[in-house]
């Protein structure tokens, strides 16, 4: 797998996301009544500050953002939302959220009536040009007019790392993360994670080492070059079926080593 690095562009880009006069602003709404079928109204927002935060390299941010998941008639947000990228490490710079990356409802299956509202922030940019990035996943338990977070994993972004909520296929409605292994030879550990029950929560069903290397010339994402040896370990696929291919097509799929490769 090409190494994967933010670049100059991409953080100027971003930084002029904050309010030039200073003032927060509203930059999502999610209404969840009608998606959850909730008892009473429910909704996301996101609110971000108009008071610009600063990179590890001195380089303007947007401000931080401020997600809150509320009920009507409530004053303050509900704590199953947590605005902390990694609230088991010391509080840093890099802990509050400066980037929405995603909200919104997903369905775990065709017709769900019991859908994830995912969550993603990612904090300002150290000086490699890394963030955190937290994911956060809630389904809705009608018995208490509650969310409940049933998935949370914060990561980095400089090694190809990634947390994907697969919306297809075989494994649709599960989390799949990779993460780079920290001695040789250098590969990622790959984790996939599913519920068992529409508010049950998300437990690990399979983690190992990938056949996938760092820096190994492969251009898929490594998710995607892993998916026949995920679904392989799972028994959803063997060799001599069709390949699982990414969503974006691969005009000569090959499989190296147990990874694939669209040559």
Same mark, same amino acid.
């Given at each position: 797998?090409?190494?994967?690095?933010?670049?100059?562009?991409?953080?100027?880009?971003?930084?002029?996301?904050?309010?030039?006069?200073?003032?927060?602003? &509203?930059?999502? @709404?999610?209404?969840?009544?009608?998606?959850?079928? %909730?008892?009473?109204?429910?909704?996301?927002? #996101?609110?971000?500050?108009?008071? +610009? /935060? #600063?990179?590890?390299?001195? $380089?303007?941010?947007?401000?931080?953002?401020?997600?809150?998941?509320?009920?009507?008639?409530?004053?303050?947000?509900?704590?199953?939302?947590?605005?902390?990228?990694? +609230? *088991?490490?010391?509080?840093?710079?890099?802990?509050?959220?400066?980037?929405?990356?995603?909200?919104?409802?997903?369905?775990?299956?065709?017709?769900?009536?019991?859908?994830?509202?995912?969550?993603?922030?990612? &904090?300002?940019?150290? /000086? *490699?040009?890394?963030?955190?990035?937290?994911?956060?996943?809630?389904?809705?338990?009608?018995?208490?007019?509650?969310?409940?977070?049933?998935?949370?994993? %914060?990561?980095?972004?400089?090694?190809?790392?990634?947390?994907?909520?697969?919306?297809?296929?075989?494994?649709?409605?599960?989390?799949?993360?990779?993460?780079? @292994?920290?001695?040789?030879?250098?590969?990622?550990?790959?984790?996939?994670?599913?519920?068992?029950?529409?508010?049950?929560?998300?437990? %690990?069903?399979?983690?190992?080492? &990938?056949? %996938?290397?760092? *820096? $190994?010339?492969?251009?898929?994402?490594?998710?995607?070059?892993?998916? +026949?040896?995920?679904?392989?370990?799972?028994?959803?696929?063997?060799?001599?079926?069709?390949?699982?291919?990414?969503?974006?097509?691969? &005009?000569?799929?090959?499989?190296? *080593?147990?990874?694939?490769?669209?040559?």
């Amino acid at each position: 797998m090409i190494k994967t690095c933010v670049t100059a562009a991409f953080l100027f880009g971003l930084a002029t996301a904050s309010g030039a006069d200073g003032a927060d602003r &509203s930059i999502a @709404t999610v209404a969840l009544s009608g998606p959850f079928a %909730t008892q009473t109204p429910w909704r996301l927002t #996101v609110t971000q500050s108009g008071h +610009p /935060g #600063v990179s590890g390299t001195g $380089d303007p941010e947007p401000g931080v953002v401020m997600p809150c998941l509320r009920h009507a008639g409530s004053l303050t947000c509900d704590p199953a939302l947590d605005v902390r990228l990694d +609230p *088991n490490r010391q509080m840093s710079d890099f802990d509050q959220p400066h980037y929405l990356r995603m909200a919104r409802v997903a369905y775990r299956q065709a017709g769900d009536r019991e859908p994830l509202l995912i969550v993603v922030l990612a &904090s300002i940019h150290a /000086g *490699n040009g890394g963030q955190l990035v937290g994911t956060q996943a809630f389904a809705y338990h009608r018995d208490t007019d509650r969310f409940v977070s049933l998935f949370t994993h %914060t990561t980095g972004t400089n090694n190809n790392q990634e947390v994907r909520f697969v919306q297809a296929g075989l494994l649709r409605g599960a989390f799949v993360t990779v993460e780079p @292994t920290t001695d040789a030879p250098f590969g990622y550990w790959v984790t996939v994670a599913r519920s068992s029950d529409p508010t049950a929560p998300y437990r %690990t069903v399979l983690r190992y080492r &990938s056949a %996938t290397g760092y *820096n $190994d010339g492969n251009a898929l994402p490594v998710i995607d070059s892993e998916m +026949p040896e995920i679904l392989q370990r799972l028994s959803l696929w063997r060799p001599g079926q069709r390949l699982p291919l990414p969503a974006s097509g691969c &005009s000569k799929p090959t499989l190296k *080593n147990g990874a694939l490769w669209c040559m």
